[in-house]
């Protein structure tokens, strides 16, 4: 099992920056993708960014250029970086992790973004 503890979710006005942070714990060994989906209420939860062990990265359309993913792999944690934040950036932030081709889900961490 792997277990997800989300941070750093808040509000901020529009054009302001946020950073939000997911680590891991438990069986961390074999992580592989790490990332970040986005969900608003009666929407589906769509994918915001992603990066492999190696540091791969995606992006969704709507974000590239303003948001930035890394990770910390000694400490398994990821990171997303928001700039020049809008309105409809507003959601709840999900972190996600992939091990042996399980994805374990955090609870969720709200970004609310004012104009």
């Known amino acids: 099992q792997v277990q997800l503890v989300e941070s750093g979710g808040g509000l901020v006005q529009a054009g302001g920056s946020l950073r939000i942070t997911c680590a891991a714990s438990?069986?961390?060994?074999?992580?592989?993708?790490m990332g970040w989906y986005r969900q608003a209420p009666g929407k589906q939860r769509e994918l915001v960014a992603a990066i492999t062990t190696g540091g791969s990265t995606n992006y969704a359309d709507s974000v590239k250029g303003r948001f930035t993913i890394s990770r910390d792999n000694a400490v398994s944690t990821v990171y997303l970086q928001m700039n020049s934040l809008k309105p409809e950036d507003t959601d709840v932030y999900y972190c996600y992790v992939n091990r042996a081709g399980i994805s374990y889900w955090g609870k969720g961490t709200l970004v609310t973004v004012s104009s």
């Open positions: 438990g069986s961390i060994f074999s992580i592989n993708a």
